[in-house]
């Protein structure tokens, strides 16, 4: 019995040693691992923000583009416009201004029938 307690005390000194040595081998690599795990991921965020910055200056381009396109179709869009109106004015305008006066006559003329009664 004192063998065996012997024995299983070995069996489990050695694999305490064997868990002991793997803790400590497992420390020494992991600095080397764990250098090479962050190099490895400050690589890949540096590659993801190149991207990022790459896609940004695409769609800023695009945007840049579109806002060039609108505002020069609403510029053309309200200068139309402002013609048309202009031109609309321009052709009625004696007919206006001659509606006015005459109005303006009548009102006169009733206004005197008015005072005069």
Same mark, same amino acid.
């Given at each position: 019995?004192?063998? !065996? ?10 694999? #305490? ?7 400590? #081998?497992?420390? #020494? ?11 490895? @991921?400050?690589? *890949?965020?540096?590659? #993801? ?20 396109? @609108? ?21 009625? *305008?004696?007919?206006?201004?001659? !509606? ?18």
């Amino acid at each position: 019995m004192s063998r !065996k307690g012997n024995n299983t005390a070995g069996i489990l000194a050695g694999l #305490l040693a064997g868990a002991a040595a793997g803790v400590i #081998l497992g420390m #020494l690599y992991a600095p080397e691992e764990g250098k090479e795990t962050r190099k490895k @991921i400050k690589t *890949k965020a540096n590659d #993801l923000k190149d991207q990022a910055k790459n896609k940004y200056g695409e769609v800023s381009e695009k945007v840049k583009d579109q806002y060039g396109n @609108i505002s020069s179709t609403f510029k053309e869009t309200a200068s139309s416009v402002a013609h048309t109106v202009k031109d609309g004015y321009d052709k009625y *305008k004696d007919q206006i201004v001659s !509606k006015t006066a005459d109005l303006a006559k009548d009102v006169e003329a009733e206004l005197n029938d008015l005072k005069n009664k």
